[in-house]
């Protein structure tokens, strides 16, 4: 699949969006190495900070299916913006935890626009897994 092929995923990720208070959809989409592509959408709440990111949504998604971070490929992220959107902080830390360092991450907009980044990228000298060692 190429990263425009997994960027109209996310397009069709983002029709799946819950924003009524926003109204500013999201879509992501990871592909897998099974070939099977996993949507997530932006879901929010009247309680405004329980709303969940569309990246987060498909990451969440795709370990509830049981898949795990060596599984994910790549992923797509798409809104209406006027440049390829911008992940949030919080999807940041979630991306750096839940994907492999190397995943190719394409953000995008409506109009098709892509830029090509990756978690190294984005997050920067990251909190990264902690050991939990006994005291
Ligand atoms: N949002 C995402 O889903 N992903 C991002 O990368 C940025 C923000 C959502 C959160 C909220 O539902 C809406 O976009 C407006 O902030």
Same mark, same amino acid.
């Given at each position: 699949?190429?990263? !425009?092929?997994?960027? $109209?995923? @996310? ?10 208070? /926003? ?5 992501? @989409?990871? &592909? ?5 592509? =996993? ?6 709440? @009247?309680?405004?900070?329980?709303? #969940?990111?569309? !990246?987060? /949504? @498909? &990451?969440?998604?795709?370990? /509830?299916?049981?898949?795990?971070? !060596?599984?994910?490929?790549? &992923? ?8 390829? =959107? /911008? ?5 940041? $830390?979630?991306?750096? !935890?839940?994907?492999?360092? #190397?995943?190719? =991450?394409? *953000? ?5 626009? =892509?830029?090509?980044? #990756?978690?190294?990228? *984005? &997050? ?12």
């Amino acid at each position: 699949m190429t990263k !425009e092929q997994l960027v $109209q995923e @996310a397009i069709k990720a983002r029709q799946k969006t819950y924003s009524p208070y /926003s109204n500013f959809g999201v879509g992501a @989409a990871l &592909l897998m190495k099974d070939g099977t592509v =996993i949507h997530g959408a932006n879901i929010e709440n @009247a309680s405004y900070g329980l709303s #969940n990111c569309g !990246e987060r /949504s @498909a &990451l969440f998604s795709a370990y /509830s299916q049981g898949y795990h971070k !060596e599984d994910i490929v790549a &992923l797509a992220v798409t809104g209406g913006t006027d440049q390829p =959107i /911008s992940p949030c902080g919080a999807c940041r $830390q979630v991306m750096n !935890e839940l994907m492999p360092k #190397n995943t190719p =991450i394409y *953000l995008s907009n409506l109009k098709g626009d =892509i830029k090509p980044t #990756n978690i190294k990228e *984005l &997050l920067p000298y990251s909190f990264d897994e902690v050991e939990h060692n006994e005291e």
